[in-house]
């Protein structure tokens, strides 16, 4: 069982910045992918970033050289740094992780205002 709780989110003006974190109950080293998705009203659910165990990175077309996702083991927790952002990032903003099944974190609200 992984317990995943996120924390960060908020308003912010477009152009701002958020870091966004998520911690996890258990040790994340040995864990191979985490991920930050993301669902906007009326919209499906879409993975924004991901991250390896050995720091491989992925990322969706619309977050490149924006949005950067980064591990710290020794503490458990995934972050996501998120620079100029945009009105279209509003989005409540999930964690994820696969062990034995999908982990899912409760979502952080980020709401990005023009």
């Known amino acids: 069982q992984v317990q995943l709780v996120e924390s960060g989110g908020g308003l912010v003006q477009a152009g701002g910045s958020l870091r966004l974190s998520c911690a996890a109950s258990?040790?994340?080293?040995?864990?191979?992918?985490l991920g930050w998705y993301r669902q906007a009203p009326g919209k499906q659910r879409e993975l924004v970033a991901a991250?390896?165990?050995?720091?491989?990175?992925n990322y969706a077309d619309s977050v490149k050289g924006r949005f950067t996702i980064s591990r710290d083991n020794a503490k458990s927790t995934v972050y996501l740094q998120m620079n100029s952002l945009k009105p279209e990032d509003t989005a409540v903003y999930y964690c994820?992780?696969?062990?034995?099944?999908?982990?899912w974190g409760q979502g952080t609200q980020v709401t990005v205002t023009s």
């Open positions: 258990l040790s994340i080293r040995s864990i191979n992918f």
């Open positions: 991250i390896r165990s050995g720091g491989n990175t």
């Open positions: 994820m992780t696969i062990t034995n099944r999908d982990y």
